[in-house]
């Protein structure tokens, strides 16, 4: 199967034991299950299984705060939220924090194993693939090339914009109100800074006299002179850049 191991965090120890069995009866290796969210994320640590199947109500814990901590320490783990919260806030916020599927109880196994192989087949398309530059390493080759330096905080805040513009392309109309807020929270800064950052980090782009550049990157002569685009312009311009790549 080539991804098979499965760890189960449910809220009662007879929901595990039930995905447990299906799991097992499909040919998945359950490495381990636990209640409570701690000792999952403990147990996470030493197994590092393929998958993970969580609710977000817990008896000890917040769930939501599982798949952030499971998918900073060990980005390759797939976690899957199975839980009888029914919320447009919970699925959003489990989104963010990385997992790959939300499903709502009373659920079908037939539909969530087909969707946890869907999750794993894709997967392995981009192990197969994974020769092509990762879109981290195609931004900042972009940043590079305009004369943005690495070791500046606008670099990382600039760069992790312009993913966000990627993978949700709405979000930048609300640079303000969404972009900022959710990287400052990565970062542990204020918005107000995490804009003040990226506008320096575009200045340097334009003071290092890279305007050539920046519009043989866009194909177009866009800027001159001294005019600067302003941060969700920058953002938006690299991130329509990344997007028509993958077309």
Request: aromatic share 8%; hydrophobic share 40%.
């Amino acid at each position: 199967m080539g991804f098979n191991r499965v760890y189960l965090l449910q809220n009662t120890e007879e929901m595990n034991e039930e995905l447990a069995d299906k799991f097992r009866a499909c040919g998945y290796e359950v490495v381990g299950m636990s209640t409570e969210g701690e000792r999952a994320v403990a147990d996470i640590e030493k197994s590092v299984p393929d998958l993970l199947i969580t609710e977000l109500v817990l008896p000890k814990s917040d769930g939501l705060q599982v798949v952030k901590k499971v998918k900073n320490r060990f980005p390759d783990v797939k976690v899957v939220v199975l839980t009888a919260l029914n919320s447009e806030e919970a699925i959003a916020s489990a989104t963010k924090y990385g997992a790959s599927y939300f499903m709502v109880k009373p659920y079908s196994f037939e539909i969530l194993s087909e969707r946890v192989k869907e999750i794993f087949s894709k997967s392995a398309l981009k192990k197969e693939n994974r020769n092509e530059p990762s879109l981290d390493e195609k931004i900042s080759k972009i940043f590079i090339n305009v004369g943005i330096p690495p070791h500046i905080k606008g670099y990382c805040f600039l760069r992790e914009g312009v993913k966000m513009a990627v993978n949700d392309p709405p979000i930048i109309n609300n640079i303000t109100k969404k972009l900022y807020p959710m990287i400052g929270e990565k970062y542990n800064t204020t918005p107000s800074k995490v804009e003040r950052a990226i506008r320096h980090a575009i200045e340097v782009a334009w003071n290092r006299g890279r305007i050539e550049s920046i519009n043989a990157l866009l194909g177009v002569r866009a800027y001159v002179g001294q005019e600067k685009p302003t941060n969700g312009e920058f953002i938006a311009l690299i991130a329509d850049k990344m997007l028509l790549e993958m077309v």
